[in-house]
């Protein structure tokens, strides 16, 4: 089955410094990404929509300068937590979505992100 | 306002019991994606199933089985002789609209734990 990436799988940072994060489809082409984030003990909450070639898409609530994203290429989407502070700490996970043959979305395993 | 509920919490059973596990969705679509996914302690979503709105058949595949019912907007899964491994969050979540198809809304999750 395709297989979407996530680097790093998890990372520990100081307050103040910004954090990249990688989505890659490893075997399919990807122009729509999506970025979720979960914070402990909690569901999935869309941040937003990544598209290749063109501004993301945020989700009513997230900070579009706080999150930087960029979709550069159709295998690789970056999340950049810009000025990370300790409220920032949570698990990060993307998604491709492949539209050839049946329209099918792949979750990558997740970046757990701490900010001290 | 929240488009997926699963309102149990946390379900603890003993191994070889049955579990189901509620899922109640709100859409104004006629065309919508319906999906369960397994978050097992490292954190990774697992895909279990996927269900589009003119599909109401049910689906058994091992020992899952899901119960879809559009007049009550339902999409209850059921694991039948539980075992240890089936100890996870399981996310019900909808996908709606062609245009936002891959935006998944996830409910907040239940908790199984299955002890021996």
């Known amino acids: 089955g395709a297989v979407v990436s996530q680097h790093p799988s998890w990372v520990i940072c100081k307050s103040g410094t910004s954090v990249k994060i990688e989505c890659r489809s490893l075997?399919?082409?990807?122009?729509?990404m999506f970025w979720y984030r979960q914070f402990p003990k909690q569901s999935l909450m869309l941040m937003a929509t990544s598209n290749e070639g063109s501004k993301a898409t945020y989700e009513q609530g997230v900070e579009k300068d706080k999150f930087l994203i960029n979709h550069a290429s159709l295998t690789l989407s970056t999340l950049t937590v810009t000025s990370a502070h300790p409220e920032d700490s949570s698990f990060y996970i993307c998604?491709?979505?492949?539209?050839?043959?049946?329209?099918?979305?792949?979750f990558g395993p997740g970046t757990r992100l701490t900010v001290l | 306002a929240q488009k997926v509920t699963q309102a149990q919490t946390e379900i603890s059973v003993v191994e070889k019991e049955d579990v189901t596990l509620d899922c109640v969705y709100e859409?104004?679509?006629?065309?919508?994606?319906l999906f369960w996914y397994k978050q097992p302690p490292s954190g990774e979503l697992v895909f279990l199933i996927r269900r589009n709105s003119f599909d109401e058949q049910n689906e058994i595949s091992g020992r899952y089985s899901w119960n879809f019912q559009k007049s009550t907007s339902s999409f209850n899964f059921t694991i039948t002789a539980s075992q240890v491994v089936d100890s996870a969050v399981y996310f019900c979540?909808?996908?709606?609209?062609?245009?936002?198809?891959?935006?998944?809304?996830f409910g907040a999750g239940t908790q199984v734990v299955v002890t021996p």
């Open positions: 075997d399919f082409q990807a122009t729509t």
């Open positions: 979540a909808l996908s709606e609209a062609p245009d936002s198809w891959g935006k998944l809304q």
């Open positions: 998604s491709a979505f492949r539209t050839s043959g049946t329209d099918t979305q792949y």
């Open positions: 859409t104004r679509d006629t065309t919508y994606y």
